[in-house]
């Protein structure tokens, strides 16, 4: 149950997730309210959500602005705090390691797992950091589509349309590409049901896991695109 705050109480600890992709003034509200504050977060996923307008007008402005500075603007509070405690460690100037990074992922196919590594976690030799649980290898691609490949790019070139809207974008062409794939998996595999109630890991009547319904998770950044597939 949450704790009623009183005027100046502080809790011992404020362990805040998903850091990194939180707006800065989020962050440092609940900060204030800690005597000691652990942050959850990975500065490589994408950060918190930045207006393209606004960032253009402090471009425009710069002469306006003569400490602006688009790279910092684009940096989550969670990575501005990290680079600075481990620099200030790697220098010798904290006693105590204060950061930690996890170093395996249980998630995602080797495929997959191996080309997020490589691409947003390089060592310093080159090959990726993030190493790849045992059980990952069970993550196949069984849905008859694609040649079993778990990862796959589907190219829809402007020519087939542009995207569309002002508040929100859709493009109709990539909605409709994302149906086409759907019915492919569907052609492939008809014996499988499309669980349409979005129930995750939907359960045969003796709690076992039923292999035979299919759960399909589409994502997009924009609400209109959303619709348009929907």
């Given amino acids: 149950e949450a704790m009623s705050?009183?005027?100046?109480?502080?809790?011992?600890?404020?362990?805040?997730?998903?850091?990194?992709?939180?707006?800065?003034?989020?962050?440092?509200?609940?900060?204030?309210?800690?005597?000691?504050?652990?942050?959850?977060g990975d500065q490589n996923q994408l950060p918190h959500y930045l207006e393209i307008q606004i960032a253009r007008e402090f471009q425009?402005?710069?002469?306006?602005?003569?400490?602006?500075?688009?790279?910092?603007?684009?940096?989550?509070?969670?990575q501005v705090i990290f680079d600075a405690v481990e620099k200030t460690y790697n220098e010798g100037n904290l006693a105590f390691k204060r950061h930690?990074?996890?170093?395996?992922?249980?998630?995602?196919?080797?495929d997959i797992g191996n080309f997020?590594?490589?691409?947003?976690?390089?060592?310093?030799?080159?090959?990726?950091?993030?190493?790849n649980g045992a059980k990952t290898s069970t993550h196949t691609n069984d849905y008859g589509v694609y040649n079993a490949k778990n990862i796959v790019w589907a190219n829809v070139p402007n020519l087939a349309g542009k995207e569309e809207g002002n508040l929100?974008?859709?493009?109709?062409?990539?909605?409709?590409k994302v149906v086409e794939i759907i019915k492919k998996i569907?052609?492939?595999?008809?014996?499988?049901?499309?669980?349409?109630?979005r129930q995750l890991g939907s359960k045969n009547p003796d709690g076992s896991i039923n292999s035979n319904v299919i759960n399909i998770g589409i994502m997009s950044f924009y609400k209109?695109?959303?619709a348009k597939i929907s």
């Fill in 224 to 226: 209109d695109q959303v």
């Fill in 100 to 110: 930690i990074t996890l170093s395996e992922q249980h998630r995602m196919a080797p």
């Fill in 5 to 40: 705050m009183e005027e100046g109480q502080l809790y011992d600890y404020v362990i805040i997730d998903e850091a990194a992709r939180a707006n800065p003034l989020d962050i440092m509200i609940p900060i204030l309210l800690g005597t000691k504050v652990i942050l959850i």
């Fill in 60 to 78: 425009k402005g710069k002469e306006k602005f003569q400490q602006f500075n688009l790279e910092l603007l684009q940096k989550s509070l969670f």
């Fill in 116 to 131: 997020i590594s490589d691409t947003f976690y390089p060592s310093d030799n080159g090959s990726g950091a993030l190493s």
């Fill in 186 to 197: 569907q052609k492939a595999k008809p014996e499988w049901k499309f669980d349409a109630e």
């Fill in 168 to 176: 929100s974008f859709f493009r109709t062409a990539e909605s409709e």
